[in-house]
C-alpha cells in the first residue's frame, strides 16, 4: 500500500508562486509515473501535468510556461512549482502516482485558492 501527502497549499495574491510537495510513503518498487491534477470549485477534476519515470514532462495548455513538475526519487517526493499564479488556478490540487502501469494511488488533495 502507498500513501500520498500533499502539502504547500495556501492563500497567494494574483501573480504570487507556490510549490506543492507530495511526499509517498509504503512499498513503491517499480517505474512510477507521476501527475498533478486539480479540482476547481464546482467543476470537475482536471489533469494539469505529468512526469514521467525518465522525468519527461507534459503539461495542460492551461499552466503551460507557469507551472513545472519535478520529482526527486530518492525523498520519493513530487513537486508542483506555480509561477504565476491565477485566480482561474484556485483548486484542490491532487497528485497521482502509477506504479509499474498497474497500481495507482491519490493523495488526498491540498487547497489553493489565489485572490485577485
Known amino acids: 500500500q502507498v500513501q500520498l501527502v500533499e502539502s504547500g497549499g495556501g492563500l497567494v495574491q494574483t501573480g504570487e508562486s507556490l510549490r506543492l510537495s507530495c511526499v509517498g510513503s509504503g512499498s513503491m518498487d517499480g517505474i512510477k509515473t507521476m501527475r498533478w491534477y486539480r479540482q476547481p470549485p464546482g467543476k470537475p477534476r482536471e489533469w494539469v501535468g505529468t512526469i514521467s519515470g525518465g522525468g519527461i514532462t507534459n503539461y495542460a495548455n492551461a499552466v503551460k510556461g507557469r507551472f513545472s513538475i519535478s520529482r526527486d526519487n530518492s525523498q520519493n517526493t513530487l513537486y508542483l512549482e506555480m509561477n504565476s499564479l491565477r485566480p482561474e488556478d484556485t483548486a484542490v490540487y491532487l497528485c497521482?502516482?502509477?506504479?509499474?502501469?498497474?497500481?495507482?494511488?491519490w493523495g488526498q488533495g491540498t487547497q489553493v485558492t489565489v485572490s485577485s
Open positions: 497521482n502516482w502509477n506504479i509499474a502501469g498497474v497500481w495507482e494511488f
